[in-house]
Each structure stands twice: as C-alpha cells, then as structure tokens.
C-alpha cells in the first residue's frame, strides 16, 4: 500500500553490490495503443531522468518491443547490467495487486510486501492531502493490500515466491529485517544495507522530471529514522478512523484489517 515504506525498503535494498533498485516506474499505468512508438517514448523519456541515462540508449536497449511488460524488462535488465548488478527490483505499490499478471511474465520472480499499521498509513496519506476520505482510502488499501492477501489466501496461505516484511521491523530492527529478507531472495548478507543515510538524489530527479515534490522521497533523503512508527496516536481523531474501518468492513475486510493492527502493536510493545 502507498506510505506503507516501500520506497524505503526499495532505497535499502538497492545499496546490495548485487541488487539494482531505482525508483518506481509505474508500469501497470502505462496502456500502448496504436501509437506505440509514441507512448513508449513518452514513457521512457520520464524513465530516462529517473535512472540518469539517456533516451536513446534504452530506446536502443528496448529495441521493437510492442508491450510494457517486454519493455520493462529490456530496460531494467540494460540498467542493472550497466550498474554491474546481477538482479533488478521493480518497486510500484500496484504490484501487490497484480501478482498473477506478473508471474505470467515473470515466472521466477519474488515478491516483498511492505506492511505497516495501517492507521499510519491513513495518517501519512492525510498529511498528504491524497485518498484522505474513508471512501477512497478503503478502495486503495484493498487494491493493493487486499488483493495482494487475497492472492496469498487462493495460494493456500503461504507461496515461495512471496514475503511479508513489516514496516516497522524495517525501522526499528533495520539488521535482522534486511537479513531476512535476503535470505528469502537467496542473496548474502552485507552490512552497509543496515547503515541507511538517506537518498536525497531520488527527491531531485523526480522533482525534475514530473514538476512535483514528493513528500516520501523527502523523507526518504534523510537518515533512518524511529519517528513515524505510531505516528497516527498525535494526529488521529478517532471518529476519522471509525469511519475508516466501517468502509473495510463493509468491504469484507475489517478482521483483516483488525489483524494486520494487531500484530503492529504485539511487536511495537515487545520493542517497548
């Protein structure tokens, strides 16, 4: 789900030697018509800024491909290589509701999926004046978070190709969260992954190619940090949040959602 630290873990994951990880490409977004050159160049043209290279090299590297899925691959399996990284990670929250699409082209590929109280998450999506309405918050969350559940669920409850990582975890046990999951990717362990200064360079180069400051990649600049874990207790009016939920349960998911509150606030209160 949005604000859940999906662009924290993907910034953290992206400093493995073998590990390419950039930022979010959006491309369940993208629908190529008849003017697929067109709105292929568009697209790359905004991908090109994101990932400092040049249009005409992944244009080249994406050669006659006629759809996105093609042409996602081309261009992050050209970027990892020239970062000399052996594996690329596409990081869109649509992906959690869009598994089984991704598996069709990407057989052996594996998920990591953010989960954070999802009373923060309300919390930051106000701060941000965006889906701030109960409504439109609850069909965000079960799109992405839902969906994603919901896939787990048809699996049989668990699938090798799926991990769950808690936002909080990743904050407050930076080191033993990051070893894990390198362990479901069957990848090393390597320190500098726990040491996370910030990446103010992610903030700029959005800023330059759409025009808008994003309030994540703000943050995202500045070192880690223990401050938004819980932040929903100061800014929350609870009859806000009451109406939250009567739109999850009315949508089937209020013990899901009583769930995923109850195991934030287990591990918070083993953390103190």
Not at 126 to 141: H, M, N, R, T, V
Not at 194 to 206: H, K, L, Q, T
Not at 208 to 216: F, Y
């Amino acid at each position: 789900m949005f604000k859940s630290g999906t662009s924290l873990l993907r910034a953290m994951l992206g400093r493995h030697t073998r590990l390419f990880s950039g930022l979010e490409t959006q491309w369940l977004n993208e629908i190529w018509h008849e003017d697929v050159a067109g709105s292929r160049r568009t697209w790359l043209q905004r991908m090109s800024i994101f990932f400092d290279t040049s249009l005409a090299e992944l244009e080249a590297a994406c050669g006659d491909s006629g759809d996105v899925e093609t042409t996602l691959d081309r261009m992050m399996s050209l970027l990892a290589s020239r970062a000399g990284k052996a594996r690329w990670i596409e990081k869109t929250p649509g992906n959690a509701g869009a598994i089984p699409r991704i598996l069709l082209s990407w057989s052996q590929s594996r998920f990591l999926h953010v989960v954070r109280d999802p009373r923060d998450v309300y919390t930051s999506l106000l701060e941000s004046g965006k889906w701030c309405e109960p409504a439109s918050f609850a069909d965000q969350w079960c799109a992405t978070f839902g969906a994603a559940r919901d896939w787990l669920l048809a699996a049989g409850g668990s699938h090798p190709a799926y991990y769950e990582i808690r936002y909080e975890r990743l904050v407050l046990e930076p080191e033993q969260a990051l070893q894990q999951v390198l362990d479901f990717l069957q990848e090393p362990w390597e320190p500098q992954l726990a040491c996370f200064n910030g990446a103010p360079e992610d903030f700029e180069r959005v800023l330059r190619a759409t025009g808008k400051e994003s309030r994540t990649l703000r943050r995202l600049a500045s070192p880690l940090t223990r401050s938004r874990v819980g932040v929903w207790r100061s800014v929350l009016e609870p009859e806000r949040w009451d109406r939250v939920r009567a739109e999850l349960e009315r949508r089937g998911y209020g013990n899901v959602l009583d769930g995923v509150i109850s195991e934030t606030e287990s591990f918070v209160s083993s953390e103190g």
